[in-house]
């Protein structure tokens, strides 16, 4: 009974070794995700543009930010 805990504590920590390297790399991806977010949206805000425009470039920001977060998955 022992011997069996222990194996399957030993099979969880080695898959847990495994998956944590993948974790932290969508981590870091999902923080360049957000980060153009933030430097598109500053753009779209920061033009001379119309209300229009702005509208429709902060709409390509948002689509944009789901297609990278999309990637990440």
Not at 39 to 61: I, N, P, Q, Y
Not at 65 to 70: H, I, P, R, S
């Amino acid at each position: 009974m022992r011997q069996r805990v222990f194996l399957a504590l030993l099979i969880l920590l080695a898959v847990g070794l495994l998956v944590l390297p993948v974790i932290l790399a969508s981590q870091t991806h999902a923080d360049y995700c957000f980060n153009e977010w933030e430097r598109c949206r500053e753009r779209a805000l920061a033009s001379d543009a119309g209300w229009f425009k702005t509208t429709l470039m902060l709409t390509v920001c948002d689509i944009a930010l789901l297609k990278c977060l999309y990637m990440v998955v």
